[in-house]
């Protein structure tokens, strides 16, 4: 579902994003949508790539520990200091 919003921006700039917008033939709000798309989309493959990188932390970490995760510890090596 779309919905709309309302921004600000200097005037320079809008006059050249409609400029812009009438080479591509493309309605600006179409430019915009697609900006703010492409912005997300970006955001959420960050978001990924850093949920990725901390699994694989967490892998390592278990990994030095000796600790794989069908292996079941003693209650001594649980409690164990290292």
Not at 14 to 36: F, M, S
Not at 38 to 63: D, H, I, M
Request: aromatic share 8%.
């Amino acid at each position: 579902m779309l919905k709309n919003i309302t921004f600000s921006a200097e005037e320079e700039t809008i006059k050249a994003a409609r400029e812009y917008a009438a080479l591509t033939g493309k309605p600006l709000n179409v430019l915009i949508r697609e900006v703010l798309e492409e912005f997300a989309q970006k955001r959420q493959q960050e978001e990924g790539k850093k949920r990725v990188a901390a699994f694989r932390e967490t892998q390592r970490l278990f990994e030095n520990l000796n600790f794989s995760m069908g292996e079941k510890l003693t209650r001594e090596e649980m409690n164990e200091r290292r």
